[in-house]
């Protein structure tokens, strides 16, 4: 079975400032995907960023990267320039790849990210 | 922008009563899935739906438990006899086509069994 860990439960940074959060995964497959969601205190939870575990090249989208080593099973999330906005509860996630899942996501136990002004 | 709907936003009930969790997930999405999250635990999934039938489902979605897409729009959760474990927030996701599309996430019910 695959698990999803988040060691970090959680985290502070200053505004404008940088932060990482750290998530580690086992899994014996090697199609997969992984994901931050992050989870405002509105309690919905949105995608921030996906990366497909066959591609190299690490995801960034705007503010947001990640750090992926496959060999590791470490995908941690980078925030640059980081906002008030940012602040949230953030989960990685792991769905096992398209031809072997309807969708089930595994989900670590999140990381409470406090933005300081 | 579309997005999926849940409700009640909290419900209470007591140990044994069914109790019925609503979704109308994103008009054109195909896949449908609840999850749930105990307090202060992680989100577990619970069932995946496809074309009016369970495309998978996890240990914890056991005969209690039961989905329905009784129309074009609503996607619910019952649960027939709940139990005090029960207590936590059930999230409904639906994605658009293929599973590897992205999942949009309703707000959650709170549900709180005494």
């Known amino acids: 079975a695959q698990t999803v860990t988040q060691s970090q439960p959680e985290m502070s940074v200053q505004e404008a400032e940088t932060v990482t959060l750290s998530c580690t995964y086992d899994t014996s497959e090697s199609d997969y995907y992984l994901f931050w969601y992050k989870q405002p205190p509105s309690r919905q939870m949105i995608l921030v960023i996906r990366?497909?575990?066959?591609?190299?090249q690490n995801a960034t989208e705007n503010r947001f990267s990640v750090n992926f080593q496959k060999a590791a099973k470490s995908f941690s999330l980078k925030i640059s320039d980081s906002q008030l906005g940012d602040a949230a509860m953030y989960f990685c996630?792991?769905?096992?790849?398209?031809?072997?899942?309807?969708?089930?996501?595994?989900f670590g136990q999140g990381t409470i990210l406090t933005v300081h002004p | 922008e579309p997005e999926v709907t849940q409700t009640p936003s909290h419900q209470v009930t007591q140990m044994g009563q069914e109790v019925i969790l609503r979704c109308v997930p994103i008009?054109?999405?195909?896949?449908f899935y609840w999850y749930r999250q105990i307090l202060g635990q992680k989100v577990e999934f619970l069932v995946s739906?496809?074309?009016?039938?369970?495309?998978?489902k996890s240990e914890i979605f056991d005969d209690q438990f039961s989905v329905e897409r009784p129309d074009g729009s609503n996607f619910t959760l019952k649960i027939r006899s709940t139990k005090l474990e029960d207590s936590a927030m059930y999230f409904c996701?639906?994605?658009?086509?293929?599973?590897?599309?992205?999942?949009?996430f309703g707000p959650g019910t709170r549900l709180t069994v005494l």
């Open positions: 996701a639906s994605s658009v086509l293929a599973p590897y599309n992205e999942q949009f």
């Open positions: 008009s054109n999405h195909l896949y």
């Open positions: 739906f496809y074309n009016n039938e369970i495309s998978e």
């Open positions: 996630a792991y769905r096992r790849g398209s031809g072997t899942s309807y969708g089930k996501l595994t």
């Open positions: 990366q497909e575990a066959y591609k190299q």
